[in-house]
């Protein structure tokens, strides 16, 4: 177009790998700069003293607050939080997104914003260790009581939970990790959202139904399309995509995520300009990304599974057909994703030494980055869950935890293969160790 405005890019019609490049932004707000600037200041000049009123009560008065509000500081928010919020939101199909300096920050705000002393919360398990410690540490310290949900899949271990929960106090939150950390388990989203809806009957107030979707990511499940109020979504995982920035997303509607964002802004755990910007570059290869990642994952996978020092796969490609998980997932995903756990035949000493003799992956925690990593999570991501905890939900000294990457599947493969065909039944290598 030549002169005059660009209209703003509507969504209707347009698939997720065009609305991650381009939603949002229009260059003629920007110089013509094809790509978003850093704008790195961290407070903005009002035209007039009657503009500086305004704007204050548009931001803390107004319909939708602080959405649309001009911009004030940058602790509130700024144009590239901004922009990256309208694509977060449209990516998961929301109306509302606010954006955070890390994927706990995101959680902890959701559940201080919506929960109060003598509430319960109720939670599908596993968690991953930081919800896990929040919800049994600072919140249970708070009068709130985190109630466990047995059995994500069955409504009677949904409704026993409840009782339990009940019992402290109403139910605030549902808070749903699906898949969990480490195992992959799958919840049904709308069985526990249709389950809040008769809780609300009960007690009064439906309780916020929240959907932690870190493992699979809005390409892949749309947990506000099966009933939840809230997804929630670390950043630092396959949106971000390149190990190097922390942050976290909360989606959904304006009177949910508003308050989230409010509370955002008095504890000031908003995502700064320049990861902002870091994510919207991100954000343009996390379809590419993804797609490779999953494909060398099912490859993986099938290895595994296919090796005799491996006891177990838990890779959501290989759920058992005619199975509630199964049923759940072929209504509830779009793909298994590239992270999955796995068990070595033996304990810890196994675990360790085929850990050490890995040279293509990478040891360390985390995942859904471009570089394949893999870590044994009774001794990291959920070192500080209770021995008896991880035992009951399947988390024990031979589990391991693979992130898959974007490198060639046969030299992923073959790392696998020559640092389990290393260790021998006690844990020792069978031939020196490499390099």
Known sequence: ??????????????????????????????????????????????????????????????????????????????????????????????????????????????????????????????????????????????????????????????????????????????????????????ADIAMIAAFAGELAERQGRRPVVSVDNTFLGSLLQKPLEHGADL???????????????????????????????????????????????????????FPLRNGRANANAGAIAAFLRDHPKVAGVTYLGFLEEGSPAKAVYDRQCAGAGSTFSFKIRGGEAEAFAMLDRLKVFRMAVSLGGTESLICHSATTTHYLVPLEVRREVGVDDSTLRISVGIEHPDDLIADLAQALDAVGTGGNFQTSRGS
């Open 1 to 186: 177009m030549s002169g005059g405005k660009r209209p703003d890019m509507e969504p209707e019609g347009l698939h997720p790998d065009t609305l991650a490049v381009g939603f949002g932004y229009d260059p003629q707000d920007a110089y013509g700069a094809v790509k978003p600037p850093i704008v790195l200041s961290s407070t903005f000049a009002y035209p007039s003293a009657q503009a500086a009123k305004d704007v204050h009560q548009a931001y803390f008065d107004g319909p939708s607050p602080e959405r649309d509000a001009p911009y004030i500081y940058a602790r509130l928010d700024h144009p590239g939080l901004s922009l990256l919020q309208k694509r977060l939101a449209v990516l998961d199909g929301a109306e509302d997104a606010a954006a955070f300096a890390s994927g706990m920050a995101a959680i902890s705000a959701t559940m201080l914003a919506h929960l109060k002393p003598g509430d319960s919360v109720l939670h599908t398990t596993p968690l991953y260790g930081g919800t896990h410690g929040l919800l049994h540490g600072p919140l249970a310290g708070l009068g709130i009581r985190p109630v466990p949900i047995a059995d994500g899949l069955s409504r009677d271990s949904v409704a026993a939970a409840a009782e339990t929960a009940l019992a402290h106090g109403p139910v605030g939150v549902i808070h749903v990790e699906s898949p969990a950390n480490p195992t992959a388990g799958i």
């Open 231 to 285: 997804c929630i979504t670390s950043l630092t995982k396959y949106a971000g995509g390149h190990s190097d920035l922390l942050g976290g997303s909360l989606t959904g509607s304006l009177e949910r995520v508003g308050p989230v964002r409010m509370l955002r802004t008095l504890l000031g755990t908003h995502m700064d300009p320049f990861t902002s910007w870091l994510l919207l570059r991100s954000l343009e290869t």
